[in-house]
């Protein structure tokens, strides 16, 4: 078993930043690899980024547009979402996940484990 917690979301203005952190604890969290989703009110779940185990292999939606920064740090169990230049479009429930796809994928329906999400409100 894995348990991820998210946190660092809130309320910011358009065009402000904001890190999510998602912390890991369990069985060899290193071995996975990671990814964000979100999901809007109304809307499917989506899928923001991933990084591989190893931090090298990276995957993005194509609404980030270099805006939004994925990292991890094994030493501390911990992926990170650097989001920047938000827009009120990227309001949503964002959640961290876990899979054992050695690169990771943007397929939601492969990630095994998942965090309670942590809400990312923007303003106009």
């Known amino acids: 078993q894995v348990q991820l917690v998210e946190s660092g979301g809130g309320l910011v203005q358009a065009g402000g930043s904001l890190r999510l952190s998602c912390a890991g604890s369990?069985?060899?969290?290193?071995?996975?690899?990671m990814g964000w989703f979100r999901q809007a009110p109304g809307k499917e779940r989506e899928f923001v980024a991933s990084?591989?185990?190893?931090?090298?292999?990276?995957y993005w939606a194509d609404f980030v547009q270099g805006r939004f920064i994925i990292s991890r740090d094994n030493d501390r169990n911990t992926v990170y979402l650097q989001m920047n230049s938000l827009k009120p479009e990227d309001t949503a429930v964002y959640y961290c996940?876990?899979?054992?796809?050695?690169?990771?994928?943007?397929?939601?329906?492969?990630?095994?484990?998942w965090g309670q999400g942590t809400q990312v409100t923007v303003s106009s």
């Open positions: 996940a876990a899979t054992s796809v050695w690169d990771g994928t943007k397929s939601h329906d492969e990630y095994d484990y």
């Open positions: 369990g069985r060899s969290f290193s071995r996975f690899a």
């Open positions: 990084i591989s185990w190893s931090g090298v292999k990276r």
